[in-house]
């Protein structure tokens, strides 16, 4: 084997990149994906070219589209941790992780939480940003790959030398397009017995591990709740999970590891996932013997059920601009040759599906049963298109409604609204060195390796309680937010911040009597509640509006009275009765003008473009890289845009 795989961290895959306070992570997006993996494998004297990486592995992509492997593999992702030091570097490193339901995802603790003796630990960096690539099965073909915010810090997690697993909650809706792993898990497994791992390894595309892999002769009697394998892995492959060939029945969680090419008695290492369930809380289905393997909900499989038996045209070429490429498209393609004449159809009580097998007509029943737990938006309008007058007619467009549902709901019946009392905003002190489109964190210590817990806008004038240590950080109090934040931007003295186009006052809107709006540490829901507002505020100051993936509305922070904090834009409006709505994504728009979108941003910075799709509608005049440099506020757009296909379940 090789060294790598004795490294309990993740693979550091990026060069380290100059960055400011909040995190200026170079994240790669969609057709921008890179599998070098140089920089900091370099600083451990490791050879990270993946073109050097080799072991006993196959691409994922090479199985067909229905191949019950590569349907598991539908939910496991690559996720991309970002660490910072206190020079303001970052270094990306790679984990495989596992979509659970409610937008949740499984992984190896290690993964966000370095040794005390490792490379990273040592050279002072810690996480400050996740995100979760789904779909990145060729490193050639990336037109369908989606990034996710992943949330700081996890749900829940448990130690490496405990169960070395964590779960954190994804924003947007991964579910919808890519399904949800059921974790149906055995824990009866034999010496010798078949295995299967899907994974990551250095960060390549999707990869599996089939070949010479399978449980160790030997067990370790004094660790009962570890398991001994020889499946190949590498740095990447950390949070996968081992899985029974013969039925894909979960037994572990990778977490470790320790083969080597020279050594039969070597092995590689997983947590049982029976003892990984019970400490983090997972909900498994244990194996019945006799059923047959768990696969992803197919988003695309599932709108062709609804519509493979239309006669309407406008119905097949929508389901063609959703679904592109794969089998369904061929399939698509064929049905409407068929209707337009350009050949015959092959059966008078069926319809064709150019494969020589005769399709029966589904009832609106059947195709509600194929349909009705998808999160995708596009397969619920198809089912309403060609059964519009069904008898689940109404409940597709309930399950339509609560999809369109604004995910933007931040308030309170409660009657204490007016209570809070906050120290004001009359220091000396304020924020300095932030970009426009950029906040600085409030951390609950003293140092980096401490959750935020709070952010500060970046024209935040006021500060009071500041008091330095000699470690460079400060302790900092902004109205109701208080923690610490790194000294090298907090200055004394007021203003000279560039003016925010959202500063001015507002008032509450949009709320019942009965209701309040919560006011936070943050901008987002994962932070604390510090106050509330009644739904009769006015004059509330605002001093800063962002723009926050997985929302609707910007995120505002302002003071009102006694109180201060951010609360979302959603319910606040200005002297116009406009709110804070990120004006640059498209407003209710389809699948395609987002991707459109999207893919303009690129476009405008002269990529050049590899997807057949791509080339269609941007074809490549004046391009001239591969690798474009996005701003922070175009990196925010893109991720936003993303966030809302994903919700769209496009």
């Known amino acids: 084997m090789r060294l790598l795989n004795l490294m309990l961290l993740p693979l550091v895959l990026l060069l380290p990149q100059l960055a400011h306070a909040q995190s200026e992570c170079n994240f790669a997006y969609e057709e921008q994906l890179v599998e070098s993996t140089g920089g900091a494998l370099q600083i451990l004297g490791i050879d990270g070219n993946p073109a050097t990486i080799h072991g006993n592995w196959t691409p994922i992509r090479e199985r067909s589209l229905n191949d019950r492997i590569r349907q598991f593999g539908k939910t496991i992702g690559r996720m991309d941790v970002c660490w910072e030091n206190g020079a303001g570097k970052t270094v990306i490193t790679y984990c495989t992780a596992t979509l659970m339901k409610d937008n949740k995802i499984l992984t190896n603790f290690h993964c966000t939480h370095a040794s005390q003796n490792s490379e990273l630990t040592t050279l002072g960096y810690f996480p400050v940003e996740a995100r979760l690539l789904m779909g990145f099965d060729d490193s050639l073909n990336t037109s369908d790959v989606n990034y996710y915010t992943v949330v700081l810090p996890a749900i829940k997690g448990s130690p490496v030398d405990e169960a070395d697993a964590q779960v954190f909650r994804v924003r947007g809706n991964p579910n919808g397009k890519w399904g949800i792993n059921d974790l149906r898990i055995a824990e009866d497994f034999a010496p010798g017995e078949a295995m299967v791992i899907i994974h990551h390894p250095a960060g390549m595309a999707k990869m599996y591990s089939s070949v010479r892999c399978n449980i160790h002769d030997s067990q370790p009697e004094a660790a009962e709740n570890k398991i001994r394998h020889r499946c190949d892995t590498a740095g990447g492959s950390s949070g996968s999970l081992l899985l029974r060939e013969r039925d894909l029945a979960i037994v572990g969680l990778h977490h470790k590891g320790g083969l080597t090419a020279t050594d039969h008695r070597s092995s590689n290492e997983a947590v049982r996932i029976s003892y990984v369930a019970g400490i983090v809380g997972l909900d498994t289905q244990l194996t019945d013997p006799n059923a047959g393997p768990v696969v992803a909900l197919d988003p695309a499989a599932q709108a062709w059920a609804a519509v493979s038996n239309s006669t309407s045209v406008a119905v097949l070429e929508a389901f063609l601009t959703e679904y592109p490429e794969g089998i369904y498209a061929a399939l698509a393609t064929a049905r409407l040759e068929e209707i337009r004449g350009d050949v015959a159809v092959s059966s008078s009580d069926g319809t064709s599906d150019n494969t020589g097998n005769a399709q029966p007509d589904l009832s609106d029943a059947q195709a509600w049963d ?281």
């Open 370 to 650: 194929l349909v009705k737990e998808t999160d995708s938006a596009a397969v619920l309008e198809a089912f309403l298109v060609e059964y519009p007058d069904g008898l689940y007619a109404a409940l597709a467009v309930a399950r339509l409604e609560a999809l369109y549902a604004p995910q933007d709901d931040d308030t309170s019946v409660s009657s204490s609204a007016g209570q809070y009392s906050c120290p004001a905003l009359n220091g000396a002190w304020s924020v300095h060195r932030i970009p426009t489109d950029d906040t600085l964190f409030v951390r609950s210590g003293p140092g980096s390796s401490n959750p935020a817990i709070g952010e500060l806008p970046y024209d935040a004038d006021g500060l009071t309680g500041v008091s330095c240590g000699s470690s460079g950080w400060c302790q900092v109090t902004y109205g109701c937010i208080s923690g610490w934040s790194f000294g090298k931007y907090i200055k004394q003295g007021r203003g000279g911040h560039d003016r925010s186009d959202y500063q001015g006052f507002y008032s509450v809107t949009g709320l019942p009597q009965s209701d309040t709006l919560n006011i936070r540490m943050g901008p987002g829901t994962e932070y604390g509640v510090v106050a509330e507002l009644p739904p009769n505020a006015e004059n509330i100051r605002v001093v800063d509006c962002q723009i926050e993936p997985g929302y609707n509305y910007r995120w505002c922070a302002l003071s009102w009275g006694e109180v201060s904090g951010w609360a979302n834009g959603r319910y606040l409006a200005d002297s116009s009765g406009r709110s804070p709505v990120p004006q640059t994504v498209s407003s209710g728009g389809s699948c395609f003008d987002l991707w459109h979108q999207r893919n303009k941003i690129f476009d405008d910075k002269g990529y050049c473009f590899k997807s057949a799709k791509g080339k269609k509608y941007f074809d490549n005049t004046g391009c001239y890289t591969s690798n474009p440099t996005l701003t922070s506020r175009e990196s925010r757009l893109v991720q936003r845009i993303k966030d809302e296909e994903a919700r769209l379940g496009c």
